[in-house]
Nanobody, 127 residues
Framework: QLQLAESGGGLVQPGGSLRLSCAAS????????IGWFRQVPGKEREGVSC????????DYVDSVKGRFTVSRDNGKKTVSLQMNSLKPEDTAVYYC????????????????????WGQGTQVTVSS
């Protein structure tokens, strides 16, 4: 059974950085498109970033463009989300998601496009 696990969350001051990682057990994520999402209580889960299975295509929600960078190391079988210049409004639980359906060279920013999810990692940006 494929399982995803996020790591790297924590408390950081505004303007700081964090690097989230997503790893798989029970299978490998290196052949699949990966998405990063975040959710705050009372709000819908939001697509933050995505990366195609070969890594040639990425996408970001407008609010994080220029600050977040998604990457994958298929040798290490991990996908990372480097988050710089963090703002209080970035505070959320961050999830990685994996799409097992055929995805060609695309990546996807909608929840319904993914069928496996991690448990999430809390990111808190506060002084």
């Amino acid at each position: 059974q494929l399982q995803l696990a996020e790591s790297g969350g924590g408390l950081v001051q505004p303007g700081g950085s964090l690097r989230l990682s997503c790893a798989a057990s029970g299978s490998t994520l290196q052949h699949y498109a990966i998405g990063w999402f975040r959710q705050v209580p009372g709000k819908e889960r939001e697509g933050v970033s995505c990366i195609s299975f070969l890594g040639e295509k990425t996408d970001y929600v407008d609010s994080v463009k220029g600050r977040f960078t998604v990457s994958r190391d298929n040798g290490k079988k991990t996908v990372s989300l480097q988050m710089n210049s963090l703002k209080p409004e970035d505070t959320a639980v961050y999830y990685c998601a994996l799409r097992t359906y055929y995805s060609s060279s695309n990546c996807y920013m909608a929840q319904d496009d993914y069928d496996y999810w991690g448990q999430g990692t809390q990111v808190t940006v506060s002084s």
